[in-house]
């Protein structure tokens, strides 16, 4: 078994190929927001659970905030750069390298390109280069596929979502997160050639929302989930993460994660 393949498999789980994976790294442009205000006291409520494949922080979080019960697996944000202070948050750059990613001992990295905006040139290059430097250490990348403001409304379009995961591929992504369309999803699946996982996006209205739209992403394909605010900023983040994962990893239906949530809610 080669590097790659091994560490892949500390994000996919083995017996579902799917995988849960809460992201964290929000604060690096955004800021000690709602759920994550106190990030070390979240990471520790929801990796008790054993219910995290997978963790997405940035270095910071990393190295002074990261102390899991058990031992997930860790996905390095490895670009930024941009704040809800600054001009544009699509101007994202390289903020962490895959030799420090290994000298960290995570699992892979990830890196962002904004496709339709203005920084699209150089984020997608910024992804190729990065790609080609992990493969020198056989480290996994997710290509986090953002679009910027003026494409707000394309998040719906799944053609122009299926474009974004195809060029994320295309440029060295192993694995590829994007948003989720409520129409032809499985044709955004379908025209790319490495594993989907869809992204929360903003918050939902209600948790079950959040639980019908996590079920139709995998009814289309998806191999799970690189989600934060719509689980942590939950009024009952335990309760909807454990019906999460009965979504990912037991096949469960809407009904009955949303019956799972509301016996831990009532707890």
């Known amino acids: 078994m080669h590097g790659k393949k091994r560490r892949l498999r500390r994000i996919l789980n083995k017996d579902t190929g799917r995988s849960l994976v809460l992201a964290v790294d929000h604060g690096m442009a ?23 494949d997978c963790w997405l922080m940035t270095k910071g979080i990393y ?33 962490a390298t895959a030799k420090e990613a290994l000298h960290l001992g ?19 290059i910024s992804m190729a280069g990065l790609s080609t430097e992990c493969r020198k250490w056989d480290l996994p990348l997710l290509g986090v596929i953002g679009l910027g403001k003026t494409n707000e409304d394309k998040k719906k379009d799944p053609k122009f979502i299926a474009l974004g995961a195809r060029v994320g591929a295309e440029h060295g992504a192993d694995i590829i997160k994007t948003y989720y369309t409520e129409t032809d999803f499985e044709k955004v699946v379908a025209g790319c050639p490495v ?29 799970g989930i690189v989600m934060g605010r719509n689980v942590w900023q939950s009024p009952y983040p335990v309760a909807l ?17 949303a019956q799972l949530l509301e016996e831990m809610r009532n707890r």
């Open 30 to 52: 955004l800021g000690p927001m709602t759920g994550i205000v106190n990030v070390a006291e979240t990471i520790r409520q929801l990796d008790a659970t054993g219910k995290v």
């Open 63 to 95: 190295n002074h905030a990261f102390d899991p019960a058990g031992d997930p697996g860790v996905i390095l944000r490895a670009s930024g750069g941009a704040t809800i202070a600054g001009p544009e948050l699509t101007r994202e750059g390289q903020t």
């Open 106 to 124: 995570v699992d892979a990295v990830a890196t962002s390109a904004f496709v339709g905006s203005p920084y699209e040139h150089e984020t997608l």
């Open 195 to 223: 594993p989907i996982m869809i992204a929360g996006g903003p918050k939902c209205e209600t948790d079950l929302d959040t639980l019908k739209m996590i079920h139709g992403a995998l009814q289309g394909g998806a191999k």
């Open 241 to 257: 993460l454990t019906a999460v994962h009965g979504l990912i990893h037991e096949n469960m239906t809407v009904n009955e994660a």
